[in-house]
Nanobody
Framework: QVQLVESGGGLVQAGGSLRLSCAAS????????VGWFRQVPGKEREIVAR??????AYADPLKGRFTMSRDNAKNTVYLQMNSLKPEDTAVYYC??????????????WGQGTQVTVSS
């Protein structure tokens, strides 16, 4: 099993930056696909970015502002967020899963960290 714990959220002004971290436990963590998601009240959870086989993909509106990375030696995943906007306000979750021919199955989730961007 894999356990995930997010940190780094908080309150920032528009245009500011935050770096989220996701600490993972488990010997096989490096073999999993990893991703970041976010969710606001009354809206469905949406994917922010994911890393599969060394390749990183982002949601189109976020590309250029957000950067995802992972450090397998430290069992940690990061999300660098720059030029933040009020609409980025959400609870951010990290997740781990497995890839297959039919897509990614997300199997493990963190508890989430709140990001609030003021005008």
């Amino acid at each position: 099993q894999v356990q995930l714990v997010e940190s780094g959220g908080g309150l920032v002004q528009a245009g500011g930056s935050l770096r989220l971290s996701c600490a993972a436990s488990g010997r096989t963590f490096s073999t999993y696909v990893v991703g970041w998601f976010r969710q606001v009240p009354g809206k469905e959870r949406e994917i922010v970015a994911r890393i599969i086989g060394g390749n990183t993909a982002y949601a189109d509106p976020l590309k250029g502002r957000f950067t995802m990375s992972r450090d397998n030696a430290k069992n940690t995943v990061y999300l660098q967020m720059n030029s933040l906007k009020p609409e980025d306000t959400a609870v951010y979750y990290c997740a781990a899963g497995t890839d297959s021919y039919i897509g990614v199955q997300w199997r493990y989730w963190g508890q989430g960290t709140q990001v609030t961007v003021s005008s």
